[in-house]
């Protein structure tokens, strides 16, 4: 796939997508997979893509980065006390991660959570691959927008719909709905202000 790619579009990044954000960040977001010519093209994760309009939107309206877009990887945007990770590193065929690809990237995503206290999972596949992830059951953390899951290790997940333009455009996930999500995450680790001020590109 990613060969094919690469014919197609010699420009693109076309392997896999690292995560984005400073490694000992508090807030970890975790989207599903690079998008074809998002993050797949740009080599950051939901940069380039409808989906990061209104992530990094969100993320800056919240005090968590520099810039509220996201343009490519030299922008010089930079997060503040965030990380933004996928639960699928390599596109997808058709931008459709099957579970083979999900079971073989958990054990990298298991490795990102580490240092994070709050995890903002976007959809219901990014939801059960963390949960997964952490060595948890399926069925007591069940997936619901703006549902926040305290978890054994004192972490806590919170879910929302992942702001994909079909999610927008259908309704089911509006910029308000959105916004209250991050406002949750930003009273958790900073009840008194803004996240820490530490940054890093």
Do not use: W
């Not at 950051?44 to 005090?63: C, K, M, V, W």
């Not at 903002?120 to 549902?147: N, T």
């Not at 929302?160 to 406002?183: E, K």
Request: glycine letters at 8%.
């Amino acid at each position: 796939m990613r060969e094919h790619v690469r014919v197609a579009y010699p420009s693109y990044h076309a392997a896999p997508v690292r995560a984005f954000g400073p490694a000992d960040a508090r807030l970890l977001i975790i989207g599903l997979a690079p998008g074809m010519h998002g993050a797949n093209a740009s080599g950051r994760p939901f940069t380039g893509d409808n989906s990061g309009r209104l992530l990094f939107q969100a993320i800056y309206e919240h005090g968590f980065s520099s810039a509220p877009v996201s343009e490519s990887v030299d922008d010089g945007l930079t997060l503040r006390n965030c990380r933004i990770t996928n639960a699928v590193k390599c596109l997808p065929p058709e931008n459709k991660p099957v579970a083979s690809e999900i079971n073989r990237c958990n054990a990298f995503l298991a490795g990102e959570i580490d240092a994070a206290q709050v995890l903002l999972v976007l959809g219901g596949l990014a939801h059960k691959a963390v949960i997964r992830a952490l060595g948890l059951r399926q069925a007591d953390y069940r997936f619901g927008h703006d549902s926040e899951h305290r978890l054994p290790n004192g972490r806590i997940l919170i879910d929302s719909y992942h702001c994909s333009r079909y999610n927008m455009n259908t309704g089911r996930l509006t910029p308000a709905m959105f916004a209250a999500v991050f406002a949750r995450a930003r009273r958790i680790l900073a009840p008194d202000g803004l996240p820490e001020t530490a940054s890093t590109p």
